[in-house]
């Protein structure tokens, strides 16, 4: 299923139930990630004003081809709540050695608050081709 539009206008984002949501992120080649950049809605930008379903923790895996070993690549918390678009690094390495993967694992596992529901508007990973 696609999850993420190439629109980010308010209310064109990809909403789910509750604060928390695993996502599988299938690259189109194996890669050594450093960032992932998270974009959701805006406090000037919701019709509303507030940014209770935007993503406030979330973590980021590595996956083996086969999708079972794990690899934590970083835990994060959004502390701003004012940027709509923010890259967060990621670790590199394994015992010293860069790790390259094909597939990534976003776990949101909070937002700022909004009981209902949680909208991102689009996830993009950055990397070196392995």
Known sequence: ALCFQPDASPGYCWPFPGPRREVLIRLPAQIQPVAITLQHGSKPASPLGTV??????FSVYGLDEEGKDKTLLGTFTDATQQEATLSFP?????????????LL?????????RPGHTCIYRVQVQGHMA
């Open 90 to 102: 990621l670790w590199l390495q394994e015992n010293g050695t860069p790790r390259a993967f094909r």
């Open 52 to 57: 209770g379903s935007v993503p406030r923790d």
């Open 105 to 113: 694992q976003l776990n949101i596992e909070g937002s700022w608050g």
